[in-house]
Nanobody, 129 residues
Framework: QVQLVESGGGLVQAGGSLRLSCAAS????????MGWFRRAAGKEREFVAA????????YYGDSVKGRFTISGDSVKDTIYLQMNSLKSEDTAAYYC??????????????????????WGQGTQVTVSS
């Protein structure tokens, strides 16, 4: 059974930091694109960041660029999202997702949620101002 399990969410004050983790299991994710998306209450799902396991191709959403860092540990099959300088507008449910190896990997592919075939259940991040 394929599973993506997020953890690390919680309540933090504006300006603080959190690190989210996503543990992948149930199949080989070699070559997959691993991404983070978020959905705030009443808003559409938003692309946050994506990476390959090699870490050579990383993309970020414009709203988090320079504040968030995505990384992966292929030995542990775990993806991380380090979130610094958090703002109230970062409050959302954060989802980990996996997309199959694309014929051509670019930002458009990474940022398109329809490309991702596996999703976690999400972890809530709340930033108080």
């Amino acid at each position: 059974q394929v599973q993506l399990v997020e953890s690390g969410g919680g309540l933090v004050q504006a300006g603080g930091s959190l690190r989210l983790s996503c543990a992948a299991s149930g199949r080989s994710f070699s070559g997959y694109v691993m991404g983070w998306f978020r959905r705030a209450a009443g808003k559409e799902r938003e692309f946050v960041a994506a990476t390959t396991w090699s870490g050579r191709s990383i993309y970020y959403g414009d709203s988090v660029k320079g504040r968030f860092t995505i990384s992966g540990d292929s030995v542990k099959d775990t993806i991380y999202l380090q979130m610094n300088s958090l703002k109230s507008e970062d409050t959302a449910a954060y989802y980990c997702a996996a997309a199959p190896p694309p014929p051509y990997y670019n930002r458009d592919y990474a940022a398109t949620d329809a490309k991702y075939t596996y999703w976690g259940q999400g972890t809530q991040v709340t930033v108080s101002s």
